[in-house]
C-alpha cells in the first residue's frame, strides 16, 4: 500500500475551568460549607486537584498561574506563617485582609498548597480558578466513563463521514507543502482485505435443549442451555452496602440469583446461611470479618465452609469495590460476586441474573462451555499433544499515580484437552516495569533442597511436565498483550515455550537476546545454541512466509533432544519449534551473518543460511511434514557437530539443510 496517512478522531477528558470552590463540591458531589471535611474527603481532593494549575481572582486583572502541589492538613483559620526574618507572624485570613482588602468567607476549608517545598505558598480555595485547556490524565471514575462514550461513541457510517469531511476540509490537493515535495493524497479510504473467522461450536450440558450452539455475531445466550459442569454452592451469606437496598428487596434478589444459578445447571443453596445483613461503606473491614465469623460458627460444626458471599454495592462505590475484593481474596479467602444497587431494582434482569450465575460457576470451580471441537480433539496444536495455556499481562497505574505499583498477571490451563479451566496468579512488581520477573525460580531450603517458587509453581512429585490429567504435558503455548515482556531465562530447557504468540508486530527478547520483528503473515523463527567446547552463541534465523495465515503448528519440537544433550546445549531457546503444515521448499540462499565468541576480542565471520519456504495447507499437495521427523539425541548431536564444522569451515551450510530436511 506504501505510505499512508493516519486520520481519525481522538478523545480525551479536561478538567472543567471552574472555581476550585465548585470544582471540590463537585468531586464530593455535596455542599462543602454545611459540615467540614473529613480525612478521606482531603485525601480525595488533593489526589484530584495534585499538578493542577490555577489562576488567582483576588488580584483583579493580575491572573498569576500557579500549579497545586499539596493540601494543607489545617483550616485555613488556623494556617499562619513568617512574614519576615524578625519572626513576625501574620494568619492567612489575617494577612489577605491587610494585603488585599479580601476577607475570607471559607475559614474552615483547608488551603492549596503552591510553589516548592522548601517555600511553599498558601492559597484559599475560593480565590482560584482552574486554568482552562489542560487535559486530565488521572483515573476517571464510571459516571464519568459513561458520559465520555455517549460522547464519543460513533456508528462506522458516522465514523467514516467524519473522516472524509476531514479530508476534505484538510484540503491536500492545495496544500503548498505536499505541492513542494510532490505529495499527492487520494481523497478515498484505503481498501484492504479481510476475512471474518468461523465461530466455534459450543458444547453444553446434555440435560439441557439445546446441547450446543453456534454463536451469530457474537452473541449468544443461555435461554434453553445448561452448564457443562455446574459448580456447587452449599452455604452462601449476603452482605448490602447500599442504604437504598431494604433488607426485602436484598432478599428477593439473592433468592433470585440463586434460583437462577440452579436452573442454570447449579447445585445451588436457595436459602442463605444468615439474612442479609447491612453494614455501612467506611466499616467495610470490620463488618465482613463479623459476618464471616457469625456464618462460620454455624458452619464449622457441621465441617463445612462458607462457599460464596453476594454483595451489594452502591452505584458509586469510589474504593469499597476493591477494598472489600482485597479483604475477602486475602484475609477471609473468601469467593465473592458483587451486585450494583441499580441492577437489584433492574425491572426485567433475566439476562443480567443468567450472566452472573455464570461468573459465579467459573469462581467456585464449575466450566460454563466447552469448544465442540476440543472434545473432538479437533483442534491444530492444542489437541495433538498434552498442552497448557499460559496468559500474561501487567497492568499499570493510571497516569499520576507515581507509586503504585504495576500487577503482573499468569494464567494458565487445567483441563486439557478442552482447555476450558483456568487458574490465575497476580503478583506486585516495580512500578510501570513491563518485563515479568521471577515467573520461576528456584531456592534452597535446608530441609528440602531445590524448592520450585515465582509465579509458575510446580507441584508435581519432581515430575516439571505432568499436567492435572495425570499425562504429561510436552508442550506450553504462550499469550502475551502488545507490551509484556515474558521473561523464560530462569527456566530449564524443557520448560521454554514451544510456541509463542505474541499479540504484537515485534518480537521482544530479554537483552540478551537478538531483537526481530514479526510482520503480519510472517513468522520469524530463533533458534541460539551455545555450544560449550567452542563457547560460540550461533544465531540462525529462517523466514517462514504464511499464505492466508493458514498455519498449524505443532508440538512436535527438539526440546526433548536438547534435555538429553545438555552436556553440549547449554542454553537452548526455541521460540517457534517446527510446522505440523506442508511445506515446499523455495530456495535457499546464503547471507552473511556474524558469530561473536565469548573470550575477549575473539571475533569470526562465517556464512550461513535462510531457508525461504511456503506455508501451504492444502491436503491435497504433496510435501512433507515437521510431524514425520523423529528428532533423536544422536540426530541433534550430529546437527549439533556440524555447526560447529560450519563455525570452523569444514562444513557447508547445505549438509546440515540436509540433515535437518
Not at 52 to 61: A, L, M, P, Y
Not at 178 to 196: T, Y
Not at 400 to 406: A, M, N, Y
Request: positive net charge.
Amino acid at each position: 500500500m506504501g505510505l499512508s496517512l493516519n486520520i481519525d478522531m481522538s478523545s480525551t477528558a479536561f478538567i472543567e475551568p471552574l472555581p476550585v470552590i465548585d470544582f471540590v463540591a463537585q468531586l464530593l458531589d455535596r455542599d462543602i460549607s454545611v459540615r467540614p471535611l473529613s480525612d478521606s474527603d482531603r485525601v480525595k481532593i488533593k489526589k484530584a486537584l495534585r499538578g493542577v494549575k490555577v489562576e488567582v481572582t483576588h488580584r483583579g486583572n493580575m491572573r498569576r498561574k500557579y500549579r497545586i502541589s499539596g493540601l494543607t492538613s489545617q483550616a485555613t483559620r488556623e494556617l499562619s506563617f513568617p512574614i519576615d526574618d524578625r519572626g513576625t507572624v501574620k494568619t492567612v485570613v489575617q494577612y489577605f485582609l491587610e494585603t488585599y482588602g479580601f476577607n475570607i468567607q471559607h475559614t474552615t476549608l483547608p488551603c492549596l498548597q503552591v510553589g516548592n517545598q522548601q517555600r511553599i505558598n498558601y492559597l484559599p480555595m475560593e480565590v482560584c480558578k482552574i486554568v482552562e485547556g489542560q487535559r486530565y490524565s488521572k483515573r476517571l471514575n464510571e459516571k464519568q466513563i459513561t458520559a465520555l462514550l455517549k460522547v464519543t461513541c460513533q456508528r462506522p457510517q458516522e465514523r467514516e463521514k467524519a473522516i472524509l469531511q476531514t479530508v476534505h476540509h484538510n484540503a491536500y490537493s492545495e496544500d503548498p507543502y505536499a505541492q513542494e515535495f510532490g505529495i499527492k493524497i487520494d481523497e478515498r479510504l484505503a481498501s484492504v482485505e479481510a476475512r471474518v473467522l468461523p465461530p466455534p461450536r459450543l458444547k453444553y450440558h446434555d440435560s439441557g435443549r439445546e446441547r450446543d450452539v453456534l454463536p451469530r455475531v457474537g452473541q449468544w445466550n443461555m435461554m434453553n442451555k445448561k452448564m457443562v459442569n455446574g459448580g456447587r454452592v452449599s452455604s452462601w451469606a449476603c452482605i448490602n452496602f447500599s442504604r437504598n437496598v431494604q433488607d426485602g428487596a436484598a432478599r428477593s434478589f439473592c433468592h433470585d440469583l440463586a434460583l437462577m444459578c440452579q436452573v442454570s445447571g447449579m447445585d445451588f443453596a436457595l436459602e442463605p446461611v444468615l439474612p442479609p445483613v447491612y453494614a455501612r461503606p467506611e466499616h467495610v473491614e470490620r463488618a465482613l470479618k463479623r459476618l464471616y465469623q457469625d456464618a462460620m460458627s454455624i458452619l464449622r460444626p457441621q465441617g463445612r465452609e462458607l462457599d460464596l458471599l453476594m454483595v451489594i454495592l452502591p452505584d458509586n462505590n469510589g474504593s469499597l469495590y476493591g477494598d472489600l475484593k482485597r479483604i475477602c481474596e486475602t484475609d477471609l479467602g473468601l469467593v465473592s460476586q458483587c451486585c450494583l444497587t441499580k441492577h437489584v431494582f433492574k425491572a426485567n434482569k433475566h439476562q443480567y441474573l443468567a450472566n452472573v450465575a455464570l461468573k459465579i460457576n467459573v469462581k467456585v470451580g464449575g466450566r460454563n462451555t466447552v469448544l465442540v471441537d476440543a472434545l473432538a480433539r479437533r483442534i491444530p496444536l492444542v489437541s495433538d499433544v498434552a498442552t497448557i495455556i499460559f496468559g500474561a499481562d501487567v497492568t499499570h497505574p493510571h497516569p499520576g499515580e507515581d507509586s503504585s505499583p504495576s500487577i503482573a498477571a499468569v494464567v494458565a490451563s487445567q483441563d486439557w484437552p478442552e482447555v476450558t479451566k483456568y487458574a490465575g496468579l497476580v503478583s506486585a512488581q516495580t512500578h510501570r516495569q513491563e518485563l515479568i520477573q521471577d515467573l520461576f525460580n528456584v531456592r534452597q531450603d535446608p530441609q528440602r533442597g531445590a524448592v520450585s517458587g515465582g509465579m509458575i509453581r510446580y507441584d508435581t512429585g519432581g515430575r516439571l511436565d505432568k499436567n492435572p490429567r495425570g499425562s504429561y504435558s510436552t508442550g506450553m503455548v504462550s499469550v502475551r498483550d502488545s507490551s509484556t515482556k515474558f521473561c523464560c531465562t530462569n527456566l530449564m530447557p524443557l520448560e521454554r515455550p514451544v510456541h509463542h504468540w505474541s499479540l504484537i508486530t515485534s518480537l521482544q527478547l530479554p537483552l540478551s537476546w537478538s531483537r526481530s520483528v514479526i510482520t503480519p503473515g510472517c513468522l520469524l523463527i530463533i533458534t541460539m545454541i551455545s555450544v560449550l567446547p567452542i563457547e560460540v552463541a550461533t544465531y540462525c534465523r529462517a523466514l517462514w512466509w504464511t499464505r492466508r495465515f493458514a498455519i498449524q503448528p505443532s508440538l512436535i519440537s527438539t526440546c526433548a533432544a536438547m534435555l538429553a544433550f545438555r552436556e553440549q546445549a547449554v542454553l537452548p531457546i526455541i521460540m517457534f519449534c517446527g510446522m505440523r503444515t506442508n511445506l515446499r521448499l523455495m530456495g535457499c540462499k546464503l547471507s552473511p551473518t556474524t558469530c561473536v565468541t565469548r573470550m575477549p576480542g575473539a571475533h569470526a565471520q562465517y556464512q550461513s543460511f535462510l531457508l525461504h519456504t511456503m506455508l501451504i495447507w492444502q491436503p491435497s499437495e504433496l510435501g512433507f511434514t515437521w510431524s514425520q521427523i523423529q528428532v533423536t539425541a544422536d540426530l541433534w548431536r550430529a546437527v549439533l557437530r556440524q555447526a560447529v564444522a560450519l563455525h570452523q569451515g569444514r562444513a557447508t551450510p547445505g549438509l546440515v539443510l540436509r540433515m535437518l530436511l
